[in-house]
């Protein structure tokens, strides 16, 4: 990783929008960070759009799609995006990637899931954000509770065993059922929300903002990528680093990366 202040100011005039994850990347302790929230209205005022995808849960992410100036919320890491939209009765609009009777059908899935890694794995809880999740499990590691490396891969290896995807992020294990990821998430929203190509031309002028091993598929992948400083706690575990980092942990990473895009276009 470079330090953001190197990233050259000629690749950052031609950033076409912002994808970012939320948990301390624009957040600490679960609250947005005063700068970050600016820095987002001050992205939306330029015209640069921000993508917030998320491994939170759809009902935890509704007040911040209706709150906060970004163009959509992709929440359970893909398995659901939300939008303003006032033709909607509750002025929210709510997408998913499979239908109705898939939804149900993996839901059952996922709770026998869950209740095998209650179960196998001492000390494991489910995430307190769980009622709120429409399309993925989500156990404690590091928000309320504590887990350590060894519990942490016990809870990957039972949802790996039931057919999920799991990975983890800064707080919790996630796991679903199905291809989705913060990746798909990115070009499902780019496309839906703003009629936009989300090829390898585009991708090149799309910037991701993360934090943990969660958001490594987008370092992977994007050539614009950065960490907010707090990604130290994951390097060690990291296949992928972010190209960029800031100075500035968290919310105010995020907006220390804002100005610098704000800055030179």
Same mark, same amino acid.
């Given at each position: 990783? %470079?330090?953001?202040a190197?990233l050259? @100011?000629?690749?950052?005039r031609?950033?076409? =929008?912002?994808?970012t ?5 624009? /957040? ?13 209205? $001050?992205?939306?005022?330029?015209g ?5 995808i /998320? ?6 992410s509704?007040? +911040?799609?209706?709150?906060?100036p ?10 659901? +995006?939300?939008?303003? $939209?006032?033709?909607a009765?509750?002025?929210?609009? #709510? ?7 898939t #939804?149900?059908?993996r839901?059952? %899935? ?12 001492p000390?494991?809880?489910l995430? !307190?954000?769980?009622? =709120? %999740? ?9 928000e309320?509770?504590h887990?350590?490396?060894? !519990?942490i ?7 790996r065993a039931? =057919?999920?995807?799991? /990975?983890?992020? @800064? ?11 913060k990746?798909?998430?990115?070009a499902?929203?780019? @496309? ?7 090829g390898?031309?585009? !991708? ?5 903002v =993360? ?14 990528s ?6 130290a #706690?994951?390097v060690p ?9 800031? !100075? ?10 804002a ?7």
């Amino acid at each position: 990783m %470079r330090p953001l202040a190197e990233l050259p @100011s000629e690749r950052l005039r031609s950033v076409r =929008g912002v994808l970012t994850d939320i948990d301390d990347t624009l /957040t600490a302790d679960g609250a947005i960070a005063p700068a970050a929230l600016h820095a987002l209205g $001050d992205l939306a005022a330029a015209g640069v759009p921000v993508i917030a995808i /998320t491994g939170r849960p759809a009902g935890w992410s509704e007040p +911040m799609a209706r709150a906060w100036p970004v163009a959509a919320i992709v929440a359970e890491n893909g398995g659901v +995006m939300l939008r303003r $939209d006032a033709a909607a009765p509750d002025g929210l609009r #709510r997408d998913y990637t499979v239908d109705e009777a898939t #939804r149900a059908a993996r839901f059952a %899935r996922l709770q026998a899931c869950a209740a095998e890694v209650l179960a196998r794995v001492p000390g494991a809880t489910l995430a !307190q954000d769980s009622p =709120g %999740r429409l399309t993925d499990i989500a156990i404690d590691h590091s928000e309320f509770a504590h887990l350590d490396a060894a !519990q942490i891969d016990a809870v990957c290896a039972v949802m790996r065993a039931h =057919g999920l995807t799991a /990975t983890v992020s @800064s707080i919790h294990v996630n796991g679903w059922i199905g291809e989705h990821s913060k990746w798909t998430a990115a070009a499902w929203a780019v @496309s839906e929300v703003l009629g936009q190509a989300f090829g390898p031309a585009e !991708q090149a002028d799309w910037l991701y903002v =993360g934090d943990s091993t969660n958001d490594q598929l987008m370092f992977e992948r994007l050539p614009l990528s950065v960490g907010v400083a707090n990604i130290a #706690r994951f390097v060690p575990q990291l296949a992928h680093l972010p190209a960029w980092v800031t !100075q500035a942990e968290r919310g105010e990473g995020f907006a220390e990366l804002a100005a610098r895009v704000l800055a030179v276009r």
